[in-house]
């Protein structure tokens, strides 16, 4: 559209398993609606998402109880979604 007019724009986004443990701490209905799409497309593989919150989320959190908690349900939720 506009040839070089853009050449020092640099997009940045988050990687699908980075984006959803961005939502796990609001873990409101449309965050639980996006974790589960991503899931269901095939974006998130749950086992990496858990060994990731595991690995490099949990270590950071305060109230990990809750945070585990999370988890657990969205790991159920994405097992449903997926037929697994």
């Known amino acids: 559209m506009f040839p070089g007019a853009y050449a020092r724009l640099r ?3 988050f990687e699908a398993h980075d984006l959803a443990l961005s ?5 409101s209905e449309r965050d639980r609606d996006d ?3 991503l ?3 095939g974006y998130v ?7 990731r919150y595991e690995k490099e ?5 305060v ?5 585990d908690l999370t988890m657990r349900l969205w790991a159920e939720m994405i097992q ?3 037929g697994t």
């Open 39 to 41: 899931a269901e497309t």
């Open 11 to 13: 997009l940045y986004a």
């Open 45 to 51: 593989d749950l086992e990496v998402l858990q060994q």
């Open 23 to 27: 939502k796990l701490t609001r873990n």
């Open 80 to 82: 449903e979604a997926r």
């Open 35 to 37: 974790v589960k799409y």
């Open 57 to 61: 989320l949990r270590p950071y959190l």
């Open 63 to 67: 109230n990990v109880e809750r945070h």
